[in-house]
């Protein structure tokens, strides 16, 4: 049976993302994959999560799925789907003992504190939605600060409400989003780990690797929620100079991060080759070209020769998908499809 063209292309697209993420999957584009390359006990990793999306579907499909991010914001939004483990029971109790130390710390909040205010830096305009984070966590389990910073995420868009009434607002949205989460006995997990690692925690169990990794110079994933995430004392600009052909280590050339970024990917290749079973299939998907100081790059064809130069992997398919996203852009991505097959 071959791949339809109009199921890659998502035409009748009836579902969105929980959460926003630039360059996330599309879930029903992730569902079809999963649907076609994956079968019952299969393991699934996702060395660049992102929001999530593949832990998501494979818990739809009570598959079990493995979820790697460098970038905390993601990798908060990509925990949020290992929920989908816990019993309706646990999933309110959860909940409830969340909703009640959220609620006894807003009564602290003035009425009329804004989310945001009109400020040039990001920490002073939306310093009450960073210092109410800084209160509360505190108050927080690790489960409870998934929820909170999921929370905070969505509440940076309210720029026009007050904290109480921004923070109810996402409260709700999180609440039903965790309810309706699909239930499932089949693992899954995210971990804070980068995409070069992933070998070195699991060694030849998975079947099968879906991702999307990044593209040549198209964004600055650390900047994120940056602020947010913050709070949580993580450290962003470190994780800025280890983002695949960093922007931020290559501002005196930006013709260097093509270069590193090529460095990056065949680290990261021979980790998944690590990770794979014997004849497991890898999965990327990249969007078609990247331009840097008005040169076209051609990430599959980058990608595709990386893996040609590299080795232990073989060929079994080259698709594309094309869409038009928010922006009204007509979008191509490659879809390299691969098997291991031998020794590096």
């Not at 070069?196 to 994120?224: G, K, M, W």
Request: net charge positive; with cysteine.
């Amino acid at each position: 049976m071959e791949l339809l063209q109009e199921k890659l292309d998502v035409i009748q697209k009836k579902r969105s993302n929980l959460f926003n993420w630039r360059g996330q999957f599309t879930p029903e584009f992730v569902e079809y994959l999963l649907g076609y390359f994956a079968k019952a006990g299969d393991l699934v990793i996702d060395p660049f999560s992102g929001s999530g999306t593949v832990l998501q579907e494979s818990a739809k499909m009570n598959t079990c799925a493995e979820g790697f991010e460098i970038n905390p914001s993601a990798y908060a939004m990509s925990k949020f789907f290992t929920f989908s483990n816990l019993s309706m029971e646990q999933r309110f109790e959860l909940f409830n003992t969340f909703e009640l130390k959220l609620n006894d710390c807003l009564r602290f909040i003035d009425n009329e504190e804004k989310i945001y205010q009109n400020y040039s830096d990001y920490r002073q305009a939306y310093s009450n939605l960073i210092n109410f984070g800084k209160l509360f966590q505190f108050q927080l389990d690790k489960l409870e600060k998934i929820l909170l910073l999921n929370i905070l995420f969505l509440s940076e868009r309210d720029k026009n409400l007050t904290v109480k009434q921004s923070l109810g607002k996402s409260l709700y949205y999180i609440k039903n989003a965790l309810l309706a989460l699909p239930s499932t006995n089949a693992k899954i997990r995210a971990n804070l780990l980068d995409a070069r690692e992933i070998h070195q925690q699991i060694r030849e169990q998975a079947d099968l690797i879906l991702t999307s990794p990044p593209y040549i110079n198209v964004f600055n994933y650390h900047q994120n929620y940056r602020g947010l995430v913050e709070i949580f004392n993580f450290d962003v600009l470190k994780i800025a100079n280890s983002e695949f052909g960093s922007n931020r280590k290559n501002r005196g050339n930006r013709f260097k991060t093509v270069v590193q970024y090529c460095l990056d990917m065949e680290e990261a290749i021979r980790s998944f080759w690590g990770v794979l079973k014997p004849n497991a299939t890898l999965i990327m998907v990249l969007g078609r070209q990247s331009n840097v100081r008005n040169t076209a790059f051609y990430n599959g064809k980058i990608v595709m020769d990386i893996l040609e130069q590299v080795g232990g992997f073989e060929q079994a398919n080259l698709l594309e998908r094309k869409f038009t996203n928010k922006f009204g852009n007509n979008i191509k991505e490659d879809i390299l499809i691969y098997k291991k097959i031998s020794q590096l």
